[in-house]
């Protein structure tokens, strides 16, 4: 059993239905660690793109 972590659905979403996949280990806390990495990159990609949008 497995269950995928919140950071990596986005992943998991767009692959194909015929396409496999591994499960890996992952702590709690590799699991929090990899999510506040991936909001603090969307945050520097939204920020970037308003400066470009707003001049």
């Known amino acids: 059993m497995g269950q995928v972590i919140l ?3 986005p992943k998991l979403s767009q692959l194909l239905p015929t396409k496999r ?5 992952c702590t709690i ?5 990899a999510l506040a990495t991936q909001k603090q ?4 990609l ?3 793109l308003k400066q470009k949008w707003e001049g």
């Open 29 to 33: 806390s590799n699991a929090y660690k």
């Open 46 to 48: 939204s920020h970037t």
């Open 7 to 9: 950071a990596d659905l």
């Open 21 to 25: 996949f591994m499960f890996e280990r």
């Open 41 to 44: 990159l969307l945050t520097k």
